[in-house]
């Protein structure tokens, strides 16, 4: 069955660090574009960050550049989101989605990707 499993979401500090996890499995394997993204509370869900699986190349939003981290274990299907310095304003869930696609143009959400995780909450208060 096709599905993408995210964990490692929970409570942190300002300034504390999390690692998100995307375990893929069946066909969407075979997708090559894999991405991180969040929505809060009354906004518009937002991309962060997208990897090609085949070439590693990876796309940032300006918004988490120099802080999140995305890689991936091809060999564990699984695709992470290292997350550094924290702030209040990261608090929302995250997905992460999966499709064929261009890594600007998924975490564009443009078209919208065809496959979704159902996300995890990362809150980060004091």
């Known amino acids: 069955q096709a599905q993408l499993v995210e964990s490692g979401g929970g409570s942190v500090q300002p300034g504390g660090s999390l690692r998100l996890s995307c375990v893929a499995s069946?066909?969407?394997?075979?997708?090559?574009?894999v991405g991180w993204f969040r929505q809060a509370p009354g906004k518009e869900r937002e991309g962060l960050s997208c990897?090609?699986?085949?070439?590693?190349?990876?796309w940032y939003a300006d918004s988490v550049k120099g802080r999140f981290t995305i890689s991936e274990d091809y060999a564990k299907d699984t695709v992470y989101l290292q997350m550094n310095s924290l702030k209040p304003e990261d608090t929302a869930v995250y997905y992460c989605?999966?499709?064929?696609?261009?890594?600007?143009?998924?975490?564009?959400?443009?078209?919208?990707?065809?496959?979704w995780g159902q996300g995890t909450q990362v809150t980060v208060s004091s």
């Open positions: 069946g066909y969407i394997l075979h997708y090559n574009a």
């Open positions: 989605a999966t499709d064929h696609a261009t890594i600007q143009g998924l975490c564009a959400m443009s078209p919208w990707p065809n496959f």
């Open positions: 990897i090609n699986r085949y070439d590693g190349s990876t």
